[in-house]
């Protein structure tokens, strides 16, 4: 329960897919090119990447489909009593959806609906393991509702506005250190359940300036979440609860999701081939806090005063998303892909713990696109690659010397398109 403020927007151990908690995988396409639709932006998931793109498409079209994500890794800890363990991530399956709908009303109006994430994932770990009052299973899932309207400016220049709908939902549990209150006691347990709304914007800019060549630019604004849940505990002596401490009780709060911005440049050598260089930037740094209230004073705080609010500094720093991306179309119903993506990791050193145990990412990535008539099939496969990392002990936060090793995912994708 002490770090009940660190749970609210952290995912743990298997969050393996993006840096930070952000997640990327909004369609199959853009997997398979590593995210490279900001140029392009030339299908319905242009509403994730780029709405301004969405002027290129005609009619109604829509496409849905999902990610799933499997990672693995080892965490290597010091115990309290010099035990060293290795506790091991490898049975958690996620798999983040995606659904998106065009309509082009004229020539010079687009609209379009998405529904993403943006951020989640989750992980479950041993109980019994020595960071498991830091954390043993926190799960959290974002879903975002995205309508936008697209505007062709000239032949060449679209812009796009959007706004956005987000609920964040999320389930943690943790194990509780009594022994400090009295050492003969065991583990008491504790149980976070909440959720909240938050509302953002979105701009998009798509220009081609020439035949051979598209620029995409976007700009996705930060969504201030309000949460409100409850905090349950099992376990817990009766002594402990009739001093007024982790007993049930309401919790609310408040943090900002950070706002991104990104650019594509898309290159057509030939009819059959296309290039495109992006990069994203996430303003992490603005996230330098979670303070949470709780409706009574239940958390022991020191000199055996009871607090009715936690704060948990963060100081992330703002990182960047690089990749690069190759389409070919082999046969006129089949394309080949390919894609490469560096992710920076933003959990500076001093404040990594067992919520974000992760580090910078390499992300390969292959895939096909089969279209026949008015459908169109997307597959894709990524190997994720997470570097190693050393985590400095911050014992009153049950954080203990060790590191990150065999950090990795293997995600596949699929998504499944229809124009009207």
Known sequence: MWGLACMLVCVAASVCSAAGFSIYEWS?????LGGTLV???DDPSALAYNPAGITQLDGVQVMAGFTAIRPVLDIRTVG????KWTTSERDALWMPPHAYATWKVNDRYSVGLGVFSRFGLGSVIDEKWPGRYNSYRAV???ISINPNVAVKVTDRLSAAFGVEAMHLSFLKEQKINLSRINPLLPDGDSKIDADGWGGGFNLALHYQPCDYARVGLTYRGPVPMKVRGTAEFSDIPSMVQAAGLLRDSD?????TLPDSVALGVTLYPTEKLSVELSAMHTFWSKYKELRINYADPVIPGPGGRRLDQTVQRKHWKDVWRLGVGVE???LDWLDL???YVYDQEPVRGDYIDYMVPANNRHLFNAGLGFHRNNWTLDMHYTYLMIEDRDIKARLAEGVYKGEIKNADAH????SIGYAF
């Open 28 to 32: 199959a396409r853009g997997n398979a």
């Open 39 to 41: 140029g392009r932006a």
């Open 80 to 83: 309290p009593e010099g035990d």
């Open 140 to 142: 959290i899932q974002a």
């Open 251 to 255: 919790a609310n709060g408040k943090v």
């Open 328 to 330: 070919y179309a082999a």
């Open 337 to 339: 892909r390919a894609g």
């Open 411 to 414: 995600m596949v994708g699929l």
